[in-house]
Nanobody, 124 residues
Framework: EVQLVESGGGSVQPGGSLRLSCTAS????????MGWYRQAPGNECEYVSS?????????YYGDSVKGRFTISRDNAKKTVYLQMNSLKPEDTAVYYC????????????????WGQGTQVTVSS
């Protein structure tokens, strides 16, 4: 059974930083591209970033986070990270980790079926 434990969220002021972590179990971590999605109240699930296994492929970043967020992974720890800098109020959302070798559980990467997500709130 796939389990993804997200952590690192919190409340910060605009311009602040947070580092999200996601530790995976239940599948072979090194087989999967890993990603982050987010969902704010009333909004659709948004694709934030992803990182493949291949060093030849650049990570993906959504336009709204490009230049501010950095994704990385530690295969030995089965963990993927999302470093978020220069945070804006519009970054406020629940952030979900995704094991993208699978189909999204419940039809959405933001369903919370694998992990509860981690809340990020950016407010002054």
């Amino acid at each position: 059974e796939v389990q993804l434990v997200e952590s690192g969220g919190g409340s910060v002021q605009p311009g602040g930083s947070l580092r999200l972590s996601c530790t995976a179990s239940g599948f072979t971590f090194t087989d999967s591209t890993m990603g982050w999605y987010r969902q704010a109240p009333g909004n659709e699930c948004e694709y934030v970033s992803s990182i493949s296994l291949s060093m030849l492929l650049r990570p993906y970043y959504g336009d709204s986070v490009k230049g501010r967020f950095t994704i990385s992974r530690d295969n030995a720890k089965k963990t993927v990270y999302l470093q978020m800098n220069s945070l804006k109020p519009e970054d406020t959302a629940v952030y979900y980790c995704a094991a993208m070798m699978f189909q999204p559980p419940g039809g959405s990467w933001c369903s919370g079926s694998w992990g509860q997500g981690t809340q990020v709130t950016v407010s002054s």
